[in-house]
């Protein structure tokens, strides 16, 4: 079973650039989550769809980010325009079910920085 | 406010030793653990989970521990194997689901 793929590995923008990030789910799973993970924290949920619906983007900031999940596969995450804070690891996340008890699957993530 | 505190950011251990990492949290909501291993350049991966309604969960080498008087949990990694060296992340859930994350323990195996 092949894991949850992510491109690219990384990334190298200046600040109120525009970048996205792609993420293949495994196969068959219904949740996706997007993370950030700013260097010396752990992993904060951004959004978290289930099929192509959005279940959770409480903690997205909306003014600059954005993320769809067309046909409830693969999601892309924007970022317009960047911000030097937003420098971090973009982890796609997915699992079978819908609840956050169900095993998460992170694919290796996007490393980007942000000059 | 930090909800799930790992306090130590980093352990090193004897290989074949006992490996304890630590994890409190102070929302007496939360419902669920977890912890996640992760090795450099790769996404985290789930390593073992337990409920609130137990003390105690078991799988092979590694045991979590809980201790909800004191909002405690541990995970025990017994022996330490030089594969064990990486970042382990503890996680706990909220009943609607949210997930929060430490900042993580970097555990060292030295031979």
């Known amino acids: 079973e092949a894991g949850v793929a992510q491109s690219p590995r990384y990334k190298i923008i200046e600040k109120r650039q525009s970048v996205a990030f792609w993420c293949n789910p495994i196969?068959?799973?219904?949740?996706l989550y997007w993370y950030q993970q700013i260097l010396g924290q752990g992993p904060k949920l951004l959004i978290q769809?289930?099929?192509?619906?959005?279940?959770?983007d409480s903690q997205l900031p909306k003014d600059r980010f954005s993320a769809e999940r067309l046909k409830g596969v693969d999601s892309t995450l924007k970022i317009q325009p960047a911000k030097l804070e937003d420098s971090a690891v973009y982890l796609c996340a997915s699992s079978r079910g819908w609840r956050a008890k169900e095993t998460q699957y992170f694919g290796p993530g996007t490393r980007l920085l942000v000059l | 406010d930090q909800q799930v505190k790992q306090n130590s950011p980093s352990l090193s251990v004897q290989e074949g030793r006992i490996s304890i990492l630590n994890c409190d949290y102070t929302?007496?909501?939360?419902?669920?653990f977890l912890w996640y291993k992760k090795y450099p350049a790769e996404g985290p991966t789930f390593l073992i989970s337990?409920?609130?309604?137990?003390d105690k969960n078991e799988d092979g080498r590694f045991t979590v521990f809980l201790n909800k008087s004191a909002k405690h949990l541990s995970l025990h990694i017994v022996p330490s194997q030089p594969g064990d060296s990486a970042v382990y992340f503890c996680?706990?859930?909220?009943?609607?689901?949210?997930?929060?994350f430490g900042k993580g323990t970097r555990l060292h195996i030295l031979p």
């Open positions: 996680a706990a859930l909220l009943a609607d689901d949210k997930i929060i």
């Open positions: 929302n007496s909501m939360f419902d669920y």
């Open positions: 196969s068959g799973h219904a949740t």
């Open positions: 337990i409920s609130s309604i137990k």
């Open positions: 769809f289930q099929n192509n619906g959005v279940v959770d």
